[in-house]
T-cell receptor, first 116, second 113 residues
């Protein structure tokens, strides 16, 4: 299994809603990532989990709350989002190799989020 | 400040010819470079990479060249095939930042029959 899956594919939410994005991989990867991609822009790193611990937070607003319940799952909890948070949210994973993680990251198809 | 730049938003190439995608970077602390390919409604797919200690890496139809003095890398695809039509992202990793991919803006490659 060389796949990263993300659910849902599309999500529309109001500014007062609470929702969650889910990411799953069964490749034995121990690093998982959240990226945000706006239209015609490159993906931008949000969070990194290494061995189920948050290792990088790129100064993301607290209305985005990541969670890594186990080595295969990564969630992104959303609350009180703004319309400008509408974007494609990509999940990725990478495997440990030697004393660090592989540079190659495997991406899921993304969740298209629209905040109204 | 865009540290990784792909100055051509789009490129059109005839099937069977060579496609050359370019990428420039400004940060001399980048240690490793990757190319990703993205189809619509899919996540980026890893294509090929190169370490900063090398100047060329080849994998089948894909070759990446790195010119450190010019802070420039390029991806050559030969021969180009219709299935190569996609958006190509250049990405870089800083020294001691193995998990922080910095992407360029992407180049949309169209292969014409």
């Amino acid at each position: 299994d060389t796949e990263v899956t993300q659910t849902p594919k599309h999500l529309v939410m109001g500014m007062t809603n609470k929702k969650s994005l889910k990411c799953e991989q069964h490749m034995g990867h121990r690093a998982m990532y959240w990226y945000k991609q706006k239209a015609k822009k490159p993906p931008e790193l949000m969070f990194v989990y290494s061995y189920e611990k948050l290792s990088i937070n790129e100064s993301v607003p607290s209305r985005f709350s990541p969670e890594c319940p186990n080595s295969s799952l990564l969630n992104l909890h959303l609350h009180a989002l703004q319309p400008e948070d509408s974007a494609l949210y990509l999940c990725a994973s990478s495997q440990p190799t030697g004393g660090h993680f592989s540079y190659e990251q495997y991406f899921g198809p993304g969740t298209r989020l629209t905040v109204t | 400040d865009q540290q990784v730049k792909q100055n051509s938003p789009s490129l059109s190439v005839q099937e069977g010819r060579i496609s050359i995608l370019n990428c420039d970077y400004t940060n001399s602390m980048f240690d490793y470079f990757l190319w990703y390919k993205k189809y619509p409604a899919e996540g980026p797919t890893f294509l090929i990479s190169i370490s900063s200690i090398k100047d060329k890496n080849e994998d089948g139809r894909f070759t990446v060249f790195l010119n450190k003095s010019a802070k420039h890398l390029s991806l050559h695809i030969v021969p180009s095939q219709p299935g190569d039509s996609a958006v190509y992202f250049c990405a870089a990793i800083p020294i001691q930042g193995a998990q922080k991919l910095v992407f360029g803006q992407g180049t949309r490659l169209t292969i014409n029959p």
